[in-house]
């Protein structure tokens, strides 16, 4: 099985060069499926959102998801960022590269592990509002959870 790029990292992080790190030279892949996640301003309200995580913990355990990721599904390489800190609407926040023979596979494995991320990563957000007031801690969505719970009945691999 071949190992996940996992990063956890304050810097902003460069799609083009990521997709080609995990992409150059192979003539094996056929499809790349890359999701990039943005902050959102929310209506011109939010100044910043601030990301905070457990050094070492958060990339093991995206490193165990993206482990199962390769389990369930024969990719040729998975690249996952997650950025931390301070980030401004517009900003990027995360990245999720899956590579595989297929579309299908590719599309799949980076849906499971964008649902993860979105749900059950440790990383805690905090907005900054525009008007100065304090901010809330983010909290998990309903339709979130149920995004993420549905792999549980998943089958291992689509059917070409």
Known sequence: MIAPT??????DFDVVAEETRLTQGRRDIGAVVAFTG?????????????????????EAEIVRVAEAALERWPLMGLTVIHRYGLIRPGARIVLVIAAARHRAEAFAAAEFMMDYLKTRAPFWKKTHRVDGAQGDWVEAKASDDAATARWDAKPSSPAR
């Open 6 to 11: 996992v990063r956890v990292q304050a810097e």
């Open 38 to 58: 943005l902050c959102r301003d929310e209506a011109g309200t939010l100044h910043a959102l601030e990301l905070e995580h457990y050094p070492g913990m958060a």
